[in-house]
């Protein structure tokens, strides 16, 4: 009984932090290492057309984000929406999550563009050291996607 017991208990400490739930649907974040970190975040609204929760905390600075729908009946809705703001509530990615396409894969490398009065000249991109929080809304009831952040520590 006590090995059972241990075995639950070591379960349960392992698949807590694996679905990470919100106010909305869920977010599975997976944690990938190397010179290039990688967080893949799964995501399924719920009847609501949503899903928000938090990742762990993650210090870097942001290069590119991959937005894909899932495929067939949970394609999401066109034109839905994904903000990732980190402690202070700023959306580090620049409203660049706004009216994502359905159709495909979406990439965006956010960050504060620098402009002269015809042209964008150059990015500087935010760095962060947050539990950050993801929000995906206009989805359509029960659709799924995934969200990918490409960072680097330095």
């Given at each position: 009984m006590k090995s059972f017991l241990i075995s639950l208990m070591l379960l349960v400490a392992i698949l807590i932090p694996a679905v990470m739930l919100g106010?909305?649907?869920?977010?599975t974040p997976v944690y990938y290492h190397g010179n290039?970190?990688?967080?893949?975040?799964?995501?399924?609204?719920?009847?609501?057309?949503?899903?928000?929760?938090?990742?762990?905390?993650?210090?870097g600075t942001l290069k590119r984000v991959v937005f894909k729908g899932d495929t067939g009946s949970t394609l999401p809705d066109d034109n839905y929406d994904v903000?990732?703001?980190?402690?202070?509530?700023?959306?580090?990615?620049?409203?660049?999550?706004?009216?994502?396409?359905?159709?495909?894969?979406?990439?965006?490398?956010?960050?504060?563009?620098?402009?002269?009065?015809?042209?964008v000249t150059g990015i500087?991109?935010?760095?962060?050291?947050?539990k950050l929080t993801l929000t995906v809304?206009?989805?359509?009831?029960?659709n799924a996607g995934n969200v990918i952040l490409y960072y680097t520590q330095e």
């Open positions: 106010s909305e649907g869920t977010l290039i970190k990688k967080v893949d975040i799964d995501w399924v609204a719920s009847t609501n057309s949503g899903a928000d929760g938090s990742v762990k905390r993650i210090s903000t990732l703001k980190d402690a202070e509530g700023v959306d580090i990615l620049a409203g660049l999550g706004a009216n994502i396409s359905s159709n495909g894969t979406t990439t965006v490398c956010p960050g504060l563009r620098i402009t002269t009065d015809t042209s500087v991109q935010f760095a962060f050291n947050d809304t206009n989805t359509g009831s029960l």
